[in-house]
């Protein structure tokens, strides 16, 4: 039996959850997430959670905010004049855009709020401040 460790490429499929038990995503119904050990492509609390499994196990774990998306930061929450966005794009909430740094680096946003005259947008991780649950099956070290 191969057991996952820090440096291995790892496929598996995990169901995740909220708190209320609604599922947020799954890998069930597509191919199994690949992903190297200790390369930070994941949640902490994810990738915590793997090492050690044997190919064929599976885990339950329960990852807190922190170790996950984090907590929700205010600093990442603004209000801009509604004139900004372009003529052809009707506000909602919900709403997905994406505005760019100083720097040109882009950044996905939410619309959180719409206004007469200002938008409040949140470029937090949608799960940023939420507790989450997975449950995990190691399918292969490649």
Do not use: C, W
Not at 4 to 10: H, L, R
Not at 124 to 137: K, M, V, Y
């Amino acid at each position: 039996m191969s057991i996952a460790k820090d440096g291995d490429t790892v496929k598996v499929h995990y169901t995740g959850t909220l708190k209320n038990g609604e599922v947020f995503d799954t890998s069930k119904e597509r191919e199994p997430l690949e992903f190297t050990l200790g390369q930070g492509q994941l949640i902490p609390g994810f990738e915590k959670a793997v090492i050690g499994l044997n190919v064929g196990d599976a885990t339950k774990v329960d990852i807190p905010s922190a170790e996950a998306y984090g907590d929700s930061r205010e600093d990442l929450v603004l209000n801009v004049p509604k004139d900004q966005l372009p003529a052809d794009v009707e506000p909602q909430v919900g709403m997905q855009l994406q505005v760019n740094q100083p720097d040109g680096q882009p950044v996905p946003v939410r619309i959180t709020d719409v206004k007469e005259t200002e938008l409040t947008l949140d470029a937090n991780h949608p799960l940023a401040g939420q507790d989450l649950s997975f449950e995990i099956e190691l399918v292969e070290v490649v």
